[in-house]
């Protein structure tokens, strides 16, 4: 523990610079002109690796963006860890609401602020100075796989094809994620499971043209009118999602998981507070936290039609859009869902309109035991570090692709994240605390430790 301590107070600010250098590259993944900086972050983090000591490091092409490989093998009789993480970010905008540039960090109150902070290239990094950390202090004592790509932000469009045809080159005994959160800075946790996804996004159509609302409102469908009560029937009055055999495959938490997720601290006044609302809502009969990690949820990401600039102009709109996302759980399907959606949607549509769907991104749920190796050098690592034992806990969020890597590479994930829920990731203001960032250079080295331990 002395030397990881020296090491992260003698290259503190090194270690922030570094991150910052990468901060300021602004790839985001969703805008095609973004395309030359998705290359330079790629490189950025290949010559970063290979600076803190892997053997090799190569970025691969893709039919989108790239993925960037590297690794230390030092003994094939050694576990080895493959380490997952996405240098793409999120768009910045609305950038009027941002405090400073997003692209250009700045640290204030003891936070980093700008986009990509935290999720995930203040969390990737983490990875990247632990790894010269052991490098250079004579800890590393585990091979060292890296794989990091520039489309989770788009739902990793690439990956699977990726990890298929190099199944081989990825082999590991586990893979080691920082792309999730803790309860609290002083109440470290570890995320034993995700929610899966189903994206879509939905088009309807009324007349040819904007017509004039004067002279044509009230006798033609409005397509913003239809859409809004279309949507407004996809739950009903307990927020249940009302989509025929939407809950046929959902897995049942058993009363002794529910018992267990309600130790977790729980503050509704605070939690309200943080996000200024004055009451929280979800499906009833169930806590905030278990509408979250145990149950699915439906919701508008966007929505949008007709004049939306300033002053008015009555017309009645030709055309309205929305995009939808479903949260997902254990034994849902994603792919199912979302033909579940389509038919359903398709099916309300009123006489007047005509209605397109499509399905833009999704992927799987995620549950990992708590009784493995992995989860338990984990655990012991944060223990170590944070001087308490971590409390497993079920996100609300996804990262789809972790459910792919055990189909396609047959390897089970650790969520060893750092962030906060107050990390205001995607969105603007994104920040993420350097008592975190230090914190997660800290532990990890330490899993490392833990694990080879564990695995003698």
């Not at 692209?103 to 902070?117: L, N, Q, S």
């Not at 960032?437 to 532990?443: L, P, Q």
Request: negative net charge.
């Amino acid at each position: 523990m002395n030397k990881i301590a020296g090491y992260i107070e003698e290259n503190r600010e090194r270690f922030l610079e570094e991150l910052f250098d990468l901060i300021r590259i602004p790839s985001v993944s969703a805008k095609s002109e973004h395309k030359e900086d998705m290359f330079r972050a790629a490189e950025y983090l290949r010559k970063s690796i290979m600076d803190a000591g892997a053997y090799k490091a190569e970025v691969y092409p893709t039919a989108g963006h790239p993925i960037l490989y590297g690794e230390k093998m030092i003994d094939p009789s050694l576990p080895t860890v493959l380490v997952y993480g996405h240098y793409d970010v999120q768009p910045a905008e609305p950038f009027e609401l941002w405090n400073s540039e997003p692209f250009e960090p700045v640290v204030k109150d003891g936070k980093i602020w700008a986009r990509g902070a935290d999720d995930d290239k203040g969390q990737l990094f983490m990875h990247v100075k632990a790894f010269e950390l052991m490098e250079r202090t004579g800890l590393l004592n585990c091979n060292v796989k890296f794989m990091i790509e520039g489309e989770e932000e788009i739902g990793s469009v690439n990956l699977e094809k990726f990890c298929q045809d190099h199944t081989e080159m990825l082999k590991a005994d586990v893979i080691l994620v920082s792309d999730t959160t803790m309860i609290e800075k002083d109440i470290p946790s570890i995320t034993t499971g995700l929610r899966g996804l189903a994206y879509m996004e939905v088009e309807i159509t009324g007349p040819d043209r904007d017509l004039h609302s004067g002279l044509y409102g009230g006798a033609v469908a409005n397509p913003c009118n239809m859409l809004a009560k279309m949507i407004a029937s996809l739950t009903d009055e307990n927020n249940k999602i009302t989509i025929p055999g939407f809950y046929d495959d959902v897995l049942i938490a058993s009363d002794e998981e529910r018992a267990e997720m309600a130790k977790r601290p729980f503050d509704e006044k605070d939690y309200k507070a943080s996000i200024d609302v004055n009451a929280l809502a979800g499906e009833e009969g169930y806590t905030t936290h278990e509408r979250l990690g145990i149950r699915p949820a439906l919701d508008i990401n966007g929505i949008w039609g007709g004049y939306i600039d300033k002053g008015a102009k009555t017309i009645l709109p030709s055309q309205a859009f929305a995009k939808i996302s479903m949260r997902l759980v254990p034994d849902q399907n994603s792919e199912k869902i979302a033909k579940l959606f389509e038919k359903h949607f398709i099916s309300i549509a009123p006489a007047g309109v005509k209605v397109k769907v499509e399905s833009l991104h999704g992927g799987q749920a995620y549950v990992s035991p708590i009784d493995t190796i992995e989860y338990l050098a984990a655990s012991k690592a944060m223990e170590e570090s944070f001087g308490k034992k971590p409390i497993p806990v079920r996100s609300g969020g996804s990262i789809p692709i972790i459910s792919t890597f055990e189909k396609v590479l047959g390897i089970k994930s650790i969520l060893l994240g750092f962030g906060l829920d107050a990390d205001a990731i995607h969105s603007p203001n994104e920040n993420y605390p350097l008592f975190n960032f230090y914190k997660g250079i800290e532990t990890i080295p330490l899993f490392y430790k833990h694990y080879a331990d564990m695995k003698k």
